[in-house]
């Protein structure tokens, strides 16, 4: 395998005749989430934090960080999507606009009732079956939760506190989604997948604008002044296709760069860009990346269609982009705060570093425009959602190992 950071700079075609919609991501249809997601009790903003030190030292104007570890007790920006798709479909078998239920009267025991019973089903690596198991028990329903191969014991056990059934199946995430939509299918459990193909499409776009919040937040914290960059990662492409969207939905040609970061084993939408055809390219196989949330060989098609059309770069990143990122974020330069962020959050930060730092990218930090005058922006999507795993990376500079988790 070849294990060297690949950039893509996305100057085809298909950015000069854009045929994405934006419209689904316009700041109407986003705040309805946002708008959600502040009933939710316990909701606050995440934190966007300066770093200064590091901005220093990059020779750039600013970079700031949007910390999702902070997101409600979860540690990621998943449960953004999974919630507000459910509240989506609730509100949808009751004939109601999602503004009629805010969070107390979509969990309380009248709207169970008028219900029934309701088995939500899905595929993760993690985050996203948390935050579904999490709403589930909130609306008091049931939930069925499928991990891929080589999942993490840890994070199995944090959806299963969350009273989820759920297991580790044999396949790749990929597979594992098929396998939970067919089993949806002979038990009439509700799929709520956070990527869309042909035929599914209404909850993981239900779930793309649920992201949009963190967006939303986000340019309030920047004061509405846009980012010149913004740095967003990559597992399907669900959330950095809904960042694309919305920026560009809000700020048109004037819109930030927007530098996609995925895993090397799983960049299926680096390798989508660089064939140039305007076909999304699926990857197979086992798809083991310290990454677990970027494994993911099959992109959402809404995701790809607009990153495809709008994002100015495609990174396809080895495992110690993601590492390196942690441990600069959890040994932070005098005056910027500490912050933990997990292997698939902090490879935004990673990829930033070196961007900047290694010769080898020269032409390619000229071509995105990064210099003295940038003004940054970096997601870091979740905390230490696997602790131990985490402590292995940071303390022992240990690229884990499948066989031992
Ligand atoms: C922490 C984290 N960051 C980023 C992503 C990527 O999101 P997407 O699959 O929408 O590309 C995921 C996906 O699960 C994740 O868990």
């Known amino acids: 395998m070849q ?3 690949q950039f893509f700079i996305n100057h085809t075609e298909f950015t000069e005749r854009p045929t994405a919609p934006l ?11 946002l708008n959600f997601h502040r009933s939710i009790p316990g909701y606050a903003p995440t934190p966007l934090y300066n770093l200064p030190a590091l901005s220093e030292k990059l020779g750039v104007k600013s970079i700031c960080l949007k910390d999702e570890s902070q997101r409600f007790v979860l540690k990621a920006f998943k449960v953004l999507g999974g919630a507000y798709a459910m509240a989506r479909h609730i509100a949808e078998k009751l004939d109601k606009d999602i503004s009629e239920l805010p969070f107390d009267v979509m969990t309380s025991d009248e709207v169970r009732k008028i219900l029934k019973e309701v088995t939500f089903a899905t595929t993760t690596d993690g985050n996203h079956g948390r935050g579904v ?18 999942s993490s014991p840890e994070r199995l056990t944090a959806i299963r506190n969350e009273g989820a059934t759920a297991e580790i199946v044999d396949m790749n995430y990929d597979d594992a989604v098929r396998m939970t939509a067919e089993q949806a299918e002979k038990h009439g459990w509700i799929v709520v997948q956070d990527t869309a193909w042909e035929g599914y499409e209404k909850i993981p776009l239900w779930i793309m604008q649920g992201y949009g919040s963190l967006m939303l937040e986000s340019l309030e914290q920047l004061h509405q002044v846009p980012p010149t960059h913004v740095f967003v990662q990559a597992g399907v492409g ?12 809000a700020y048109g040609e004037n819109r930030p760069k927007v530098i996609v970061a995925e895993a090397l084993i799983a960049d299926c939408l680096y390798r989508s860009a660089l064939s140039k055809k305007g076909d999304a390219i699926a990857v197979g196989g086992d798809l083991q990346t310290v990454m677990a949330g970027l494994a993911c060989g099959e992109a959402n098609s809404i995701g790809w269609d607009l990153l495809r059309d709008y994002a100015n770069g495609f990174a396809s990143c080895p495992d110690f982009v993601a590492t390196h990122g942690m441990r600069i974020l959890g040994n932070p330069l005098a005056g910027d705060p500490r912050i933990v962020s997990g292997e698939s959050g902090a490879v935004t930060t990673g990829l930033l570093s070196i961007l900047i730092q290694s010769p080898a990218m020269a032409e390619t930090r000229q071509q995105l425009g990064l210099n003295q005058d940038s003004r940054i922006l970096v997601i870091s999507t979740e905390g230490d959602t696997d602790p131990q795993r985490y402590l292995d990376i940071v303390w022992d ?9």
């Not at 198991?133 to 080589?150: E, I, N, T």
């Not at 669900?238 to 939905?249: D, R, V, W, Y």
């Not at 500079?397 to 988790?405: H, T």
Request: hydrophobic share 40%; charged share 25%; net charge positive.
């Open 3 to 5: 294990d060297k950071l």
């Open 23 to 33: 419209k689904p991501f316009s700041y109407e249809e986003l705040i309805k989430a």
């Open 133 to 150: 198991a999490w709403m589930a028990r909130q609306l008091k329903q049931k939930s069925v939760v499928y991990m891929p191969k080589g």
């Open 238 to 249: 669900s959330f950095a296709g809904m960042a694309q969207g919305m920026l560009t939905a």
């Open 397 to 405: 500079g240990e690229i884990p190992s499948f066989k031992k988790y």
